[in-house]
């Protein structure tokens, strides 16, 4: 594309494209308002952000008054810890459609600023929340049969690896055998680092070509906001939902116990500031909310451009948004 001709203006998407778009989120609120879930709004701005130090945030100043001197704002990640709020204030089932900003570089299935639909279910599980997740993308894919593996299974069907037991050195020899290395900004010495490198460059590639795939139960290391279930092995109850190889769901039984998630916090920020990354405030109203009486409840991110590519058959996310980041 010519970033610099005289069709600059133009949207990437076609009408057809526009239209389906359309379609699309008029089917969602029709599915959640036949199951009375009440539909949300939350800030895109808050004077905190996720502390998770595998996202980039867009920072940006709010100058007004009651604004504290040099206090910076953040675009949000996700809406989730303001519908969290309006989770122990007694709101009930909630979804919200709404913008969402990583400060990553744009690709095929990414662009800077995309749009998100999350929703939270009080009285489900994580795998309650899959029954409706599947409902949903059914109804707009037209698909049946969708398949769910734990993510120990995975592994040990793709990769003949146990991704709670296999050791470090093991997991590594694995990445090399298939040529791929961990880049330098990570650690050698993490286990989470050579799990995510093995599922994004050898796992994720292969999932859902046939029907969409649910896998669940991840390790407690790489689910900050999700429930512990204790087993034979700890796992974290969350899931994630790929289709074609895409990533298109990510979902947790969600995390209620205030002390617990502070703890999760600090230990992001000590590992944003042990990898040199900006330092990001925690979000002190959400552990307050959390405080003062959190739902037992299941909630999910879904990412409404990469839906949307699969129902009209698009190659790149620019083909399905008006304006993406090098046209906005």
Not at 177 to 185: K, R, Y
Not at 208 to 217: L, N, T
């Given at each position: 594309m010519d970033e610099n001709s005289e069709t600059h203006w133009h949207p990437t998407a076609n009408l057809s494209a526009l239209q389906a778009r359309a379609q699309l989120l008029s089917n969602i609120r029709s599915f959640f308002s036949q199951r009375n879930v009440m539909e949300v709004e939350t800030p895109l701005i808050s004077a905190a952000a996720s502390t998770d130090p595998h996202l980039s945030i867009f920072e940006t100043n709010y100058l007004g008054p009651g604004s504290p001197q040099g206090r910076n704002h953040y675009l949000t990640t996700s809406p989730e810890f303001a519908m969290k709020r309006l989770l122990s204030s007694g709101s009930g089932a909630i979804y919200q459609i709404c913008k969402a900003f990583r400060n990553e570089e744009s690709g095929q299935y990414h662009n800077p600023e995309f749009t998100l639909l999350e929703w939270y279910r009080p009285g489900f599980d994580h795998q309650c929340l899959m029954d409706e997740v599947e409902a949903l993308v059914e109804s707009v894919l037209d698909i049946k049969h969708f398949d769910r593996l734990s993510y120990q299974a995975l592994f040990k069907h793709h990769l003949d690896?146990?991704?709670?037991?296999?050791?470090?050195?093991?997991?590594?020899?694995?990445?090399?055998?298939?040529?791929?290395?961990?880049?330098?900004?990570?650690?050698?010495?993490?286990?989470?680092?050579?799990?995510?490198?093995?599922?994004?460059?050898?796992?994720?590639?292969?999932?859902?070509?046939?029907?969409?795939?649910?896998?669940?139960?991840?390790?407690?290391?790489?689910a900050m906001l999700a429930r512990v279930r204790n087993d034979e092995i700890a796992v974290a109850e969350r899931f994630e939902l790929y289709y074609k190889g895409v990533e298109l769901a990510n979902g947790f039984h969600e995390l209620a116990d205030a002390d617990e998630q502070k703890q999760r916090f600090l230990v992001d920020i000590k590992n944003r500031k042990e990898r040199g990354l900006v330092s990001i405030p925690m979000d002190d109203n959400l552990i307050s909310a959390l405080h003062a009486g959190f739902p037992d409840c299941a909630g999910v991110a879904l990412g409404i451009d990469r839906l949307l590519m699969l129902i009209t058959k698009s190659n790149h996310i620019n083909d399905i948004i008006s304006f993406p980041i090098l046209r906005a």
């Open positions: 690896i146990n991704p709670f037991s296999n050791s470090i050195d093991s997991l590594r020899h694995c990445a090399d055998a298939h040529g791929i290395e961990l880049t330098s900004e990570l650690s050698h010495n993490d286990r989470d680092s050579w799990l995510t490198l093995l599922m994004t460059h050898l796992i994720e590639p292969k999932l859902g070509q046939k029907k969409p795939i649910f896998v669940y139960d991840y390790p407690v290391s790489q």
